[in-house]
């Protein structure tokens, strides 16, 4: 029964290790240019745009989240409350907010680092006082409007940071191997 235990552990240990492995660093090489020719592009390869004030900032790692009170929404759903997660070094392209400044933001939802929306630095988000990218997007999506009251709000508080859901992974496998090792024993004193 030793070898189940030891394949449980060895199970367990393995699905940690990726999770703790440093990301590959790139080189950003792009940056957005609020006046630039490219505007309507950039802009329309956002998979949600909105305005709203950044109200909150946590750091975990190399990833950072932003928490914001959503004003208007000009497409995807985005509910009154939503985070926005980013990388905290310039190189891999991360962007910071200012909190208390109202932003019009450009996210994905590719790398968010379990927050629903993400951003970098190539993205079209910028300050809510830059007229032209404002103008661009009632260009591209039309007048904004209000949050959906149906999209639940998600708070800076319900982003969990990964190492708690390995955690619980690791703490459920060594569970189940102990349980197994005592049944396992149980089975041998009949």
């Known amino acids: 029964m030793r070898w189940l235990l030891s394949f449980f552990l060895t199970v367990g240990v393995a699905a940690a290790l990726p999770?703790?492995?440093?990301?590959?660093?790139?080189?950003?090489?792009?940056?957005?240019?609020?006046?630039?020719?490219?505007i309507t592009e950039q802009i329309s390869r956002a998979a949600a745009a909105f305005t709203g004030t950044a109200t909150e900032e946590r750091t975990d790692g190399d990833t950072v989240y932003y928490e914001f009170d959503v004003h208007n929404v000009f497409t995807g759903d985005v509910g009154s409350t939503t985070v926005v997660s980013s990388s905290t070094q310039g190189s891999a392209c991360g962007r910071s907010f200012t909190l208390g400044i109202e932003y019009l933001a450009f996210v994905s939802t590719h790398e968010t680092k379990n927050a629903p929306w993400s951003v970098e630095a190539c993205s079209a988000t910028t300050?809510?006082?830059?007229?032209?990218?404002?103008?661009?997007?009632?260009t591209v999506y039309g007048p904004p409007?209000?949050?959906?009251?149906?999209?639940?709000?998600?708070?800076?508080?319900?982003i969990r940071p990964l190492w708690q859901k390995s955690l619980l992974i690791i703490a459920v496998v060594v569970l189940a191997a102990m349980l197994m090792h005592r049944w396992a024993l149980r089975g041998r004193h009949r």
Do not use: F, K
């Not at 999770?19 to 490219?38: I, K």
């Not at 809510?128 to 661009?136: E, V």
């Open 127 to 138: 300050e809510l006082t830059n007229t032209y990218t404002r103008d661009a997007a009632h």
């Open 19 to 38: 999770l703790s492995a440093p990301a590959t660093a790139h080189a950003c090489s792009c940056a957005y240019e609020p006046n630039g020719p490219y």
């Open 145 to 158: 409007h209000r949050p959906d009251s149906q999209t639940r709000p998600i708070g800076i508080d319900d």
